[in-house]
């Protein structure tokens, strides 16, 4: 009886002793990143890239498109509406890419640890390894969710005072959800990634190419709808374009049904057509259009696979050390 009890008291103390390193080390991941001005400023290079290229180039070009597209009943739609379209498809750029980029730059702190060996010092202590690579996933998380929600907010104010706002709370509600959704989807498929990399040159490279390539791979810069389909499935079948396609949808959707309802049935809803092509509401696979149904299936599968991988990655990880 007094043995059983000393077990289970054991047992209490030592699950304590780990959550509390493992809330310890998750602060410590996320204040190390967000303290490195430098890092998040990197890791928000590729926003800035994509607001400064829509408002040089890519906003008047749209604008165009959509007249074209209207014709002759340009008239019937305000500029306000038009805008309102443009606006939430540069918005949607702009979260898909951030829960990608800020979970990359928040993960340099793994390479770092390895470099410094400071992972060797959490293998010496008597914290679980389980612990510390959790606190790295976790801290990832967070960092993607703070600078994600941030520039949410500041979104959803932009086109609130440009008199662009058509969002709903079940809209909002929604996004919050798809934010999570890509941070935790983005932070396993990074983590699985840069476990191999063991220098910070590495890791800057690699963090380099990605951020160069995610705005082309989400349809950021221009919407994928436009490539061919070859490329489109390629780029598709990416769990980030996914995540940043059902974040599209969500945001730009009411500006399309906003438009729709304003021309009355005069286009036979035409316009709606051609607008959800144009911005690549359905994403192409294999030449077949999926719907926001399949995009939610594919990240959630996603995560799942990853998941298994990581943890499989782990447990091999920890036996070689051993």
């Known amino acids: 009886m007094c043995s059983s009890t000393l077990r289970e008291r054991d ?19 996320a204040k190390v990143f967000l303290k490195n001005r430098m890092a998040v400023f990197l890791s928000l290079l590729t926003q800035i890239i994509i607001l400064g290229l829509f408002l040089l180039f890519i906003k008047d070009s749209y604008i165009d498109g959509i007249n074209d597209a209207l014709g002759s009943m340009k008239d019937a739609v305000t500029k306000a509406d038009i805008e309102a379209l443009v606006n939430s498809w540069m918005i949607s750029g702009v979260i898909g890419t951030s829960v990608i980029t800020s979970t990359l730059s928040s993960l340099s702190v793994m390479v770092s640890d390895k470099q410094e060996k400071i992972d060797f010092d959490y293998n010496a202590s008597s914290v679980k390894s389980s612990a510390v690579v959790m606190s790295y996933f976790s801290g990832a998380v967070l960092c993607s969710l703070i600078t994600s929600f941030v520039l949410l907010a500041f979104g959803l104010v932009f086109l609130a005072m440009t008199g662009t706002f058509l969002l709903t709370a079940v809209d909002i509600l929604m996004l919050i959800g798809l934010v999570l959704l890509g941070s935790v989807s983005s932070t396993l498929i990074m983590m699985l990634v840069i476990s191999f990399f063991k220098k910070d040159s590495t890791y800057s490279a690699f963090s380099v190419l990605i951020s160069t390539l995610v705005g082309f791979i989400v349809g950021a810069y221009f919407p994928v709808s436009q490539l061919g389909e070859t490329t489109q499935t390629v780029v598709n079948l990416v769990p980030g374009a996914q995540v940043t396609g059902l974040i599209r949808s969500f945001l730009v959707s009411p500006a399309i049904d906003n438009i729709d309802k304003t021309l009355g049935g005069m286009d036979g809803g035409a316009f709606k057509d051609i607008a959800a092509d144009m911005f690549a509401l359905k994403l192409n696979i294999f030449g077949n259009d999926i719907d926001t149904g399949f995009m939610l299936m594919y990240s959630v599968i996603g995560i799942a696979i990853f998941l298994v991988l990581n943890i499989v990655l782990f447990r091999f990880s920890s036996r070689r050390k051993s």
């Open 11 to 29: 047992w209490v103390t030592d699950m304590t002793r780990t959550l509390n390193a493992y809330k310890g080390l998750t602060t410590r991941n």
